[in-house]
């Protein structure tokens, strides 16, 4: 089994950027897509961002695309979430997520095997 453990949230001004971690162990890390996830209170959990087993494929949701970026260090068992220019509609918990299979494709949360706890990302205006 796989545990994640998700760190870099915080408060922030509107304008500012954070850079979120995941760490990841329990099975072989590199043969995994992983994927960023957000929540607000009332809402369902939704996508944000999605990285291959390797690095070389990545996905976004709209209203994130051109302002965070995914990636991943396979040798640390670690994907990341450089946000920038944060709104404050990017208040949430964020929760990391990997994917069920092997070379896989996260595209939604019925793709996920295993979740972090979360991390609280707050964006003042």
């Known amino acids: 089994q796989v545990q994640l453990v998700e760190s870099g949230g915080g408060l922030v001004q509107a304008g500012g950027s954070l850079r979120l971690s995941c760490a990841a162990s329990?099975?072989?890390?590199?043969?995994?897509?992983m994927a960023w996830f957000r929540q607000t209170p009332g809402k369902e959990r939704e996508f944000v961002a999605a990285?291959?087993?390797?690095?070389?494929?990545?996905r976004y949701a709209d209203p994130v695309k051109g302002r965070f970026t995914i990636s991943r260090d396979n040798a640390k068992n670690t994907v990341y979430l450089q946000m920038n220019s944060l709104k404050p509609e990017d208040t949430a918990v964020y929760y990391c997520?990997?994917?069920?299979?092997?070379?896989?494709?996260?595209?939604?949360?019925?793709?996920?095997?295993?979740w972090g706890q979360g991390t609280q990302v707050t964006v003042s205006s």
């Open positions: 997520g990997t994917d069920r299979r092997t070379f896989g494709f996260i595209r939604s949360n019925a793709d996920i095997a295993s």
């Open positions: 990285i291959n087993w390797n690095g070389g494929s990545t």
């Open positions: 329990g099975r072989s890390f590199s043969s995994y897509a």
